[in-house]
């Protein structure tokens, strides 16, 4: 008996490799404000859209042959990661970058039921704050603030 070629494994994979595509010519350079500086500030996300195509492309080609759907409860978490990204979104521009980061991964971090105190305070302080650090202090790259901060 022959097993298709195409499964949900692949399919996922397919559909990474379409989100990196579609940030890559559409979404990057219709958000992404060109500046002056040493960085493009194109630079960063563009990486991050290499990488869902390169990661997409070796879950396409490297995934076992057969039928593998996740438990349903497995789908609504990811259904849940999904949402809180579009909450995030939608709110970094009321909230700023801060409030809304450190928002999110208590939203997360909850989700993915991690309860142990070291990693729950990296994921939801040092790692907003890090990448604050990176991009506004070291690299003078803008992230959304509000208007009351």
Known sequence: ???????????????????????????????????????????FPSFAAWLFIILGGLHTILSAPGISWPAPREAARVLAVFAITVAACLLMPKLGYIVT????MIALTILM?????????????????????????????????????
């Open 1 to 43: 008996m022959r097993t298709s070629w195409m499964h949900s494994d692949r399919i996922f994979g397919l559909c990474v490799m379409g989100f990196g595509v579609f940030l890559l010519l559409f979404f990057i350079p219709a958000e992404i404000a060109e500046g002056r500086g040493p960085i493009d500030p194109a630079r």
């Open 101 to 104: 980061a450190i928002a999110t």
């Open 113 to 149: 039921f991690e309860r142990r105190p070291h990693w729950v305070a990296l994921t939801v302080a040092a790692v907003p704050l890090g990448l604050y650090a990176f991009f506004v202090l070291l690299l003078h790259r803008p992230l959304p603030n509000a208007a009351w901060f």
